[in-house]
């Protein structure tokens, strides 16, 4: 048996982000996740826009976390070292009935407590964004929108809270939930888990966990989205996110630089069956639609990558539900967390803490508490002179596996041993890029798996591409004992 004050169930940008907030106290937690690594479900299918919080309705949930969220990443991304840029983001209106519509957006955002924004005209829109499109005739702009790479954020707020104390279980789904004398006992793969509190912070299956521990019953759909990443070389470059007028289930497709240079398109928003990870042709068409209305000069045919998530969506309210449960007084809820889910983590984290602290659940401070995670070794970006520094050091600093995004096998043996650390293929590229380039892995592959294998100390063909049975290598391989 496992003994833990609380357990977080999921291991998601949410749960990570709780899990770090957390740290701070000193109660014994538990981050449970089914998968072979955090970030690894809506998260891991994500453009990582820092929404600013005025297309949430005001008095919703979303509205109330959502700008709090977009403030407190400017000190999360220096405590956590995340790259975190402020972009800026503008809703083009291309017809009367979506200028009208931006209005409603900017009383929304005021109301919401969001700076800064204003409705514009043609000439401002293309001096703040010369690729936009120049049948715009007015839009809403944002100056606080901000990007990020969601797993990395994820990743960072994980490794924090593991530095101050939080234990995580990975491989680990919660078969069901019993309740003995106030304690929760899950019983997973790993082995029966007691708990005094839960947090449901389980994505798209928050819906099972909460029934499983008798709390409120809702449903949450699997409104799955396709997304495209462009090569680097295409000639626009560096896109402040550009929105159309957003409907009532989506805010339409985005065309979005990252912070890794890359060109994004994302994303479509259609009610599939849970856990459709598929990519449609009609998807990828509706997203170069979409694209280039909104910059008509993109080169929509440098895709490198497409990918497909789910978004938590509660059915009957499209309103995140974040807070203690009506039925269960020891277990707390952080369901239904779709976009803007990631702009929201932070504040979401803070506010959990907040309802655990008002339920009476005791949070002694940690005296040890460390906020600064320094961010891990990026030789693609590194000086020449800090390159050869980190080579004389180690001469594995010199060894590129991933030549589209300039890894060498020391940053990759680096992401293994971090904590969680790297333990498949896909859990590298997260951790380090390696992979993420236009070969999408074709060259560096086998390299990573050889890495893996040495480094966990397991053969070839035990290596994962991501969980369980995903393995790449069948059978022995040339020098394989």
């Given at each position: 048996m496992i003994a833990c004050d609380i357990a977080i169930i999921g291991g998601g940008i949410i749960g990570c982000a709780i899990a770090r907030e957390l740290s701070r106290y000193s109660p014994q937690t538990l981050v449970v996740e089914a998968a072979n690594d955090i970030a690894c479900g809506t998260t891991k299918a994500n453009g990582g826009l820092i929404h600013s919080g005025y297309d949430p309705a005001p008095g919703t949930?979303?509205?109330?976390?959502?700008?709090?969220?977009?403030k407190l990443y400017s000190a999360w991304s220096k405590e956590l070292g995340f790259e975190f840029k402020r972009t800026g983001s503008m809703v083009l209106a291309f017809t009367q009935s979506d200028c009208a519509h931006l209005q409603t957006l900017l009383e929304n955002g005021r109301a919401n407590g969001v700076d800064g924004l204003e409705i514009i005209g043609p000439e401002r829109i293309h001096e703040l964004e010369p690729q936009a499109s120049p049948d715009a005739i007015q839009a809403l702009y944002c100056p606080h929108t901000g990007i990020v790479d969601p797993f990395d954020v994820a990743i960072s707020a994980a490794e924090n809270a593991a530095a101050n104390g939080v234990e995580f279980l990975l491989n680990a789904p919660a078969r069901s939930i019993e309740q003995q004398n106030d304690t929760f006992i899950l019983h997973t793969p790993k082995g029966d888990i007691s708990a005094k509190w839960l947090i449901n912070a389980a994505g798209c299956y928050a819906d099972v966990i909460s029934d499983m521990a008798g709390g409120e019953h809702f449903e949450i759909g699997w409104r799955q989205g396709n997304l495209l990443v462009l090569d680097k070389n295409v000639t626009a470059k560096s896109i402040m996110p550009i929105y159309p007028v957003p409907t009532p289930t989506t805010k339409g497709v985005v065309v979005m630089g990252t912070v890794h240079g890359n060109i994004l398109i994302g994303s479509t928003a259609i009610m599939r069956e849970k856990g459709d990870l598929s990519c449609y042709a009609a998807d990828i068409e509706e997203l170069m639609a979409g694209a280039t209305k909104l910059v008509p000069s993109l080169d929509v045919r440098s895709s490198i990558r497409q990918f497909a998530g789910g978004r938590a969506v509660i059915t009957d309210t499209n309103d995140f539900f974040i807070g203690q449960s009506k039925l269960q007084h020891r277990l707390f809820q952080a369901a239904g967390i779709q976009s803007p889910g990631i702009a929201s983590a932070p504040a979401i984290a803070e506010y959990m803490v907040e309802c655990l602290r008002n339920a009476g659940v005791p949070l002694p401070q940690n005296p040890n508490f460390n906020p600064i995670r320094?961010?891990?070794?990026?030789?693609?970006?590194?000086?020449?002179?800090?390159q050869d520094e980190l080579i004389q050091g180690d001469p594995a600093w010199g060894r590129i596996v991933c030549r589209c995004e300039t890894v060498p096998e020391a940053e990759i043996v680096a992401a293994i041993h971090r904590t969680p650390g790297a333990t498949s293929v896909e859990?590298?590229?997260?951790?380090?890029?390696?992979?993420?380039?236009?070969?999408q892995s074709g060259f560096c592959q086998s390299r990573v798996v050889d890495i893996l294998s040495r480094e966990l100390g397991?053969?070839?063909a035990r290596v994962l591409l991501e969980n369980?049975?995903?393995?790449?290598?069948?059978?022995?391989?040339?020098?394989?004992?």
């Open positions: 949930m979303k509205s109330k976390v959502n700008a709090r969220g977009n320094h961010a891990p070794e990026d030789f693609d970006i590194a000086s020449i002179e800090h859990g590298v590229k997260r951790r380090c890029r390696a992979g993420m380039g236009r070969c397991i053969a070839p369980p049975g995903s393995e790449i290598v069948l059978g022995p391989v040339k020098g394989d004992d």
